[in-house]
Structures are given as structure tokens and as C-alpha cells.
């Protein structure tokens, strides 16, 4: 079992950077797969980003490719998602995800590949 808790969300303007944390606890984090996801009310849970246990291997969605990048720091149990270039599209609350194992490709997308998730934490992106 691992526990995760994101943080960082909040209200920005168009343009603005945010990074947000994943901290985990409970198990060896570096076995983990972890994942960001975003979800609005009403709309189904998306993919946004996905890292190995080892970082070796990142897989983005094609909207956010080039504005935000994960990264993992498996000695403070901890991810990141720093997001640069803002828009309102990207609001939404942020969850991130953890799997034990190996990333597969083809599974990435899915939030119900996914064993672990926090509780999110709010972005808004307005003028």
C-alpha cells in the first residue's frame, strides 16, 4: 500500500507556471510507476503524463507536451509536475497515480491501470 498527497495547485493567469508534488509514503517508492492526472466535473478522469520508476521513460499527452515536464525525486519520495504556459484549458484538479512495477505503453493512458491515487489538488488557470 502507498499513500499519496499532491500539492502545489492554485489560481494563476494565462501564462503563469506552476509545479505541483506528489509526496508518497508507505512503500519503496522507486518500485513505483507514477502518473499525473487532471479531471473537470463532468468529464472522465485524463492523462497527462507518465514516468518509470527509474525517470529513464516519459510519456505526455499531446496538450501539454512542451509546457509541462514530470520529473521524480525517488530519495525524497517525491514527483513533480512542473507546468509552464498556462491555459484555461488546463484547469482542472490534479491527481497523481502510482502503479508497482514497470510502466507498459499501452496501458499508461487508462486510470484504472493505475493502483494507488491521492486526493488532488486544484489548478485554475483565469484572467
Known amino acids: 500500500q502507498v499513500q499519496l498527497v499532491e500539492s502545489g495547485g492554485g489560481t494563476v493567469q494565462p501564462g503563469a507556471s506552476l509545479r505541483l508534488s506528489c509526496i508518497a509514503s508507505g512503500r519503496t517508492f522507486n518500485n513505483y510507476a507514477m502518473a499525473w492526472f487532471r479531471q473537470v466535473p463532468g468529464k472522465e478522469r485524463e492523462f497527462v503524463v507518465a514516468?518509470?520508476?527509474?525517470?529513464?521513460?516519459?510519456y505526455y499527452a499531446n496538450s501539454v507536451k512542451g509546457r509541462f515536464t514530470i520529473s521524480r525525486d525517488n530519495a525524497k519520495n517525491t514527483m513533480y509536475l512542473q507546468m509552464n504556459r498556462l491555459k484555461p484549458e488546463d484547469t482542472a484538479l490534479y491527481y497523481c497515480a502510482a502503479r508497482p512495477g514497470w510502466l507498459v505503453q499501452s496501458q499508461i493512458p487508462y486510470s484504472k491501470w493505475y493502483d494507488f491515487w491521492g486526493q488532488g489538488t486544484q489548478v485554475t488557470v483565469s484572467s
Open positions: 514516468i518509470s520508476w527509474s525517470d529513464s521513460r516519459k
